[in-house]
């Protein structure tokens, strides 16, 4: 045999051996990194911890591995009507811990369609045209029961048109400004049986209308801007009067003539800081400092704020409970829709009213090399709500195609919500759904319930309420259910054990929530299920404020009544999860189980 040949031969049968014995070790190493399918006993709450049996015995745990893929369904939602009249016309609302949502609307019109009942004194005010005091007995606040769909009406005396708010960690719903002797108010409605609203006026530095409260790590709320309000201030202690306003020249910076920066989209971030987006541009503020930490891309394609009227909200924060330092935790914002910059002036002046952007933007604002990943979404859309879905999907619903906020500035409603999945292949992210046949326009609103029904109402294109129009006062409520609602997923829907379940939770401890699957054959796999964490927001004008949803990653453990046990460790960071109330949900496979009620304090 030729020599060269003889050396090639060689060569190959040497590398041929090492093949074989690094492939050995590799399989040997991959066998040693399989885990021990030896359980241990999950420590629970000592109220039921005894209910849980040992492994070996009757249990079965749930061992480590992959999960299954969401279920899929052909159900695009349903429509249904809760109430033909509920009285007044959802300009602002906030969902309370006690299951009820306090809805309010501006005092200027002096005219709704629920009047105080017998014994519930009117409210005077000073009519300018007849010059002097008289009496307004239609209520312009009242709270609406999700359980029974019944109201019952509240006062309101200084005027909160176009405020804004938050819940505070102990349930408290606070209000800032509003309009004329709104202004300066600030309000706090705490939520008990038989509560109304508390007023204060002259507590703010500064008129706060249009403006945006947002909820710090340490549980203050700050509120930020408002027509003509170029600064920020903290919300006052009780009764008090806030120490002073910030000047803040971004505000002004981001004014057109026709402002489009009014309710900025302000979001809280994983090291502390506020996201700020006003028009088209947006950075990360110490409000603490007032200091300009960080200053991000410029979004293209118009105006993306009031009156424009975009949406915005955070997507869905995962939850790792081995990181140590907040600032690490990856924070993406969404901004999408609104108009261009002379639309308002356009419909103003001409009442031509031009298309609503398409446009859907992403950017991780923790990342060093931020910027913007645009999408299309299926239609154009103005004063439309973003809201965060309990499985981690997000909806957009509400609003008009074209046009613009402000009284009649805008036509061609958007009747259609359309489902937008964040961790799909772009391109393939929205779902179209079934439409309402109900326009809401201007000051419409909507809120994630516990059920994961969506809880739609208002809209008032007008100066008053008007009964007949192309647009007439909306005080009719319906309920929204999404694809996860689908009737053929009922018995892949948890049930959570409200009673064995902790709903006091301190931050990076764990806790417990017990559950069951209406299909008691099911096996779980140790993947299938997640912990949701919802803060449920204030919601006007198309934007939902201090809305975010945690994502927590449990240890199923079955009993062997066919109850599930799922343990994980809550948020560490405040900045992350904000001290209050949040409404968890238990999702197998995108189907969320009803809500919870749980708060999470130091």
């Not at 399989?27 to 209910?51: A, M, W």
């Not at 509120?223 to 971004?250: A, C, D, I, L």
Request: glycine content about 6%; proline content about 8%; aromatic content about 12%.
């Amino acid at each position: 045999m030729d020599p060269t040949m003889t050396r090639f031969y060689k060569v190959l049968l040497f590398l041929t051996v090492l093949f074989l014995v690094v492939n050995a070790n590799e399989d040997k190493n991959r066998d040693r990194e399989k885990p021990n399918k030896v359980f241990h006993k999950i420590p629970g709450h000592p109220q039921y911890t005894k209910r849980f049996t040992q492994p070996g015995t009757a249990q079965s745990a749930v061992m480590d591995g992959g999960g299954l893929p969401n279920y899929e369904t052909n159900f695009l939602g349903s429509w249904e009507l809760l109430s033909p009249d509920s009285g007044v016309s959802a300009m602002q609302i906030q969902l309370m811990p006690d299951n009820t949502i306090n809805v309010y609307d501006a005092t200027v019109y002096r005219v709704s369609r629920l009047r105080y009942p017998p014994g519930m004194p009117c409210v005077q005010f000073h009519d300018a045209n007849l010059k002097r005091n008289v009496d307004d007995c239609f209520a312009h606040a009242m709270e609406y029961n999700i359980l029974t769909n019944q109201v019952r009406a509240l006062t309101v005396k200084t005027d909160p048109w176009c405020s804004c708010g938050g819940l505070t960690a102990d349930g408290t719903l606070l209000v800032a400004g509003g309009f004329a002797d709104g202004g300066k108010t600030s309000r706090y409605y705490f939520g008990c049986k038989n509560c109304d609203w508390k007023e204060y006026p002259e507590t703010l530095r500064e008129a706060r209308w249009y403006a945006t409260q947002t909820l710090l790590s340490n549980g203050e709320y700050i509120v930020m801007g408002g027509r003509r309000s170029f600064s920020y201030e903290f919300f006052p202690k009780e009764g008090q009067v806030t120490e002073k306003p910030y000047f803040f020249p971004f505000l002004y910076e981001t004014s057109d003539i026709d402002e489009n920066n009014l309710y900025p989209f302000v979001h809280l971030s994983s090291d502390g800081n506020l996201f700020v987006f006003a028009n088209n541009r947006s950075l990360l503020l110490d409000p603490m400092k007032n200091k300009v930490l960080r200053i991000f891309p410029v979004l293209p394609g118009g105006s993306r704020n009031y009156p424009a009227s975009g949406m915005s909200a955070i997507l869905p924060i995962i939850i790792d409970p081995a990181e140590t330092i907040s600032a690490r935790v990856h924070v993406e914002v969404m901004v999408c829709g609104g108009n261009t910059h002379d639309s308002f002036n356009i419909a103003e002046r001409t009442k031509q009213f031009l298309p609503a952007l398409r446009d859907c933007n992403r950017m991780v604002i923790t990342k060093r090399s931020a910027k913007w990943v645009r999408e299309e979404m299926p239609s154009g859309r103005t004063m439309g709500d973003l809201l965060i879905l309990p499985n981690g999907q997000l909806l957009f619903i509400n609003g008009a195609q074209k046009g613009t906020s402000a009284w009649w500035d805008a036509d061609d409603p958007n009747f259609t919500p359309v489902l937008y999945t964040p961790e799909k292949p772009l391109g393939q992210r929205f779902q179209v759904l079934n439409p309402t046949q109900i326009a809401r326009m201007y000051h419409s609103t909507s809120a994630v319930l516990p059920s994961g029904k969506i809880w739609v109402a208002g809209s008032n294109t007008h100066d008053t309420y008007r009964e007949k129009d192309k647009f007439p006062t909306e005080t009719r409520v319906e309920a929204f259910s999404p694809p996860y609602l689908d009737p053929n997923l009922a018995a892949v829907r948890p049930k959570i054990i409200v009673e064995s379940s902790v709903k006091w939770l301190s931050y990076g401890n764990n806790f417990d929530t017990v559950f069951k699957m209406p299909d008691v054959n099911l096996k779980l796999g140790p993947k299938d299920v997640k912990l949701t964490m919802y803060f449920p927001p204030f919601t006007t004008h198309g934007y939902s404020m201090n809305q975010r949803l945690l994502v927590l990653a449990p240890t199923i453990v079955q009993n062997a009544d066919g109850t599930y046990k799922a343990t994980v460790k809550a948020p560490t960071f405040p900045q992350v999860s904000p001290p209050g109330y949040y409404v968890l949900f238990v999702v197998h496979r995108g189907v969320p189980s009803e809500g919870m009620w749980v708060n999470i304090l130091p």
